[in-house]
């Protein structure tokens, strides 16, 4: 486990002195920075990144939790936008109580979870700018050395629904002529060929 030698932001800081209940605390800035300290040779740790990262499976992992380091940085991955990530937090210690804030990889908080209890549990949504290397950052509330067992799950997001079917358009009604022109192109019945004058007159008689 190495020590990582930091100084948050003043909005962070004043959220974790607090011990914010916020389980959606966006926004919130814990921006790590190199500080030393102005009289001390060698700075104080505040974090301490655990050298295994976190596996998003839902096995719990027990980390020994010391206040010479007052935050425990455990790091994941996880890339695809969508996905749901939850995370729990049980103490292992009598009396201990876990509070947890999700970083991103430049450990800006997203989210955080201190109920004052013995778990601490968040749920985040990932989106496509906080994608790749995250951060869960554990404390215990009173600074105590504790033992945690550490959960996370990723759930996958949601297959994007089909696009429905365009309807087939229905086809045009035959319109009808005007009636003028109704009949202008249809056979005209043939009339009869004129009589024959002579044809109905008797014959004269043969002298």
């Known amino acids: 486990m190495r020590s990582l030698y930091v100084a948050l932001g003043l909005a962070a800081a004043l959220m974790l002195a607090c011990g914010s209940t916020d389980d959606s605390a966006e926004g919130a ?3 790590i920075e190199g500080e030393r300290d102005a009289g001390a040779a060698t700075p104080a ?4 990144i655990d050298a295994t990262p976190l596996v998003l499976d839902g096995s719990g992992r027990t980390i020994d939790y010391s206040p010479a ?7 994941l991955t996880a890339e695809t936008p969508g996905t749901k990530l939850r995370f729990l937090v049980d103490a292992r210690t009598r009396g201990a109580k876990p509070e947890i804030w999700l970083t991103n990889g430049a450990f800006v908080t997203l989210a955080s979870s201190s109920t004052g209890s013995g778990s601490a549990f968040l749920t985040y949504e990932l989106t496509k700018a906080d994608a790749g290397t995250l951060y869960l950052i554990v404390r215990e509330a009173g600074l105590k050395p504790a033992k945690f067992l ?17 309807e087939p358009k229905p086809e045009p009604e035959p319109k009808e002529p005007p009636p003028g022109e109704r009949d202008a192109g249809a056979p ?6 004129p009589a024959d004058k002579d044809a109905g007159a008797p014959s004269k008689p043969e002298r």
């Open 29 to 31: 800035s814990a921006q």
């Open 45 to 48: 740790p505040l974090a301490a």
């Open 69 to 75: 380091a007052p935050f425990t940085a455990l790091s």
């Open 150 to 166: 550490v959960s996370a799950v990723a759930e996958d997001p949601p297959p994007p629904e089909p696009k429905p079917e365009p």
């Open 188 to 193: 005209k019945p043939e009339e009869p060929p």
